[in-house]
């Protein structure tokens, strides 16, 4: 049997509204030809992220409407807790309102100016809260990760070697924290090996320096894991994610990913005296630490999100329907990071379009073209997303420009995917009428969500 079927049936639906070429033309051009600034409205098959815009199951909507609103020592807290718990296995649990919560209370603690925290590749808002303590946020992934075509099982480990030098070169002093990032986002959603942080994880203890995962994708991590690393076909993803969280001193997590849950996150660790600082600082900003920012509510859907997140039904029918999108379009010659990574599909806009140059944005004139052709939204990783200046302030190009078709967990039909295929071979048809384009106003960080465009 070839066809993927859903594995659950849907009980309520979101009307997509329908739109015209000639309209999105109107809308894209008002949004000054960013899709960040499109009224989802107009929209007509999101895949700008996965994070936060998961379907909840008949389970966590149940389990919602037993959230104890309590200020402190909720019901709903504790489920939570033991939930977290069960998988991640670390000692202290500290609710956040999403990903980014937890960064930023663990780096403004232990980052300061001079630091440098290692990490395979680190995502946009990891990167930020680290750069905001003045300490440098520094990629090792192994070079195979760089490479879009490279089809290595685990492009998102860490190059261990590089991890040794840096420790050698600087110092153990300078390096607060060594971060691993599972699965690898900014690398193209591709996974790390149990292997690569068993050694990451002995480097990091051989130097006192605590390894914490950015653990988002690990259920999806632990899919592939169980598929493609030897000696994991008879575990659970469970068992997997629980063995990889064994060889870290803690973790941030953003449950928008594999938590199933539409807000929410934590940070989690085995150290008393950095959690106590932690939770002062989450009190100041993000709540009492038995909600952190989280509605009772909130908890209780993760609690059981996180849960169905490792069931096997679920990870095979999720991997299997990213892998048809990667496989429908590479096999007609749109130049995809291979092999397909787990939560979306990465365009190599660079080598689609290789009549525009860097500095003009290929990511984005190939997200507009999306957006134009099929409603499609998807998202630039590339020069605009993490490209540096010159000492002029000219643009220098990222290392890869991609564009990322992140797929929202349990949303999108097969029929939808099908969709999303024959938009994208009509595009890759007439891609040498795809322009380039210039950024006319951009914020100081984290330019891509507010700049504004014009075509050159
Ligand atoms: N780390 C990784 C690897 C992420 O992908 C994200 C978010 C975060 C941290 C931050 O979590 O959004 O809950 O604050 N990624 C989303 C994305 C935004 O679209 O990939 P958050």
Known sequence: ???????????????IRMTTPEERLGFLKDAGWNVFKLRADDVLIDLLTDSGTSAMSDQQWGAMMQGDESYAGSRSWQRFEASVQDIFGFKYIIPTHQGRAAERILFSIICKPGHIVPN?????????????????????????????????PFKG?????????????????????????VTNNS?????????????????????????????????????????????????????????????ADGCTMSAKKDGLANIGGFLAGNDESLTRQERDLLILTEG???????????????????????????????????????????????PIMQPPGGHAIYIDARAMLPHIPPTQYPGIALCNALYLKGGIRGVEIGTVMFGKKDADGNDLPAPMDLVRLAIPRRVYTQSHV?????????????????????????????????ATFEPT
């Open 1 to 15: 049997m070839n066809t993927i079927i859903e594995p659950f049936r849907i009980k309520a639906v979101e009307r």
């Open 120 to 152: 395979n590749s680190h995502f946009d808002t990891t990167r930020a809260n680290i750069e905001f303590t003045g300490a440098q946020a520094l990629d090792l992934v192994i070079k195979e990760g760089l490479e879009p075509q490279n089809p290595h």
């Open 157 to 181: 480990n860490m190059d261990v070697a590089r991890l040794e030098k840096l420790i050698e070169d600087e110092g153990r002093e300078k390096i607060p924290i060594c971060m691993l990032t």
């Open 187 to 247: 690398g193209g959603g591709q996974p790390v090996s149990m292997a690569n942080v068993r050694a990451v994880s002995a480097v990091c203890r051989k130097h006192g320096i605590p390894l914490f995962l950015d653990a988002c994708r690990i259920a999806e991590n632990a899919w592939f894991i169980k598929s493609r690393e030897e000696g994991f076909a008879d575990k659970t993803p469970k068992e997997i994610a629980q063995e990889m969280c064994s060889y």
């Open 288 to 334: 009492f630490p038995t909600y952190g920012g989280l509605a009772g509510r909130d908890l209780e859907a993760i609690a059981v999100g996180l849960q169905e997140a490792l069931e096997e039904d679920y990870l095979r029918y999720r991997m299997a329907s990213t892998q048809y999108l990667g496989e429908h379009i590479s096999k007609k010659g749109v």
């Open 418 to 450: 099908d969709y999303m295929v024959e938009v994208i071979l009509e595009v890759m048809e007439e891609r040498d009428d795809i322009r380039g384009y210039r950024i006319t106003e951009e914020a100081p960080f984290l330019r891509h969500f507010t």
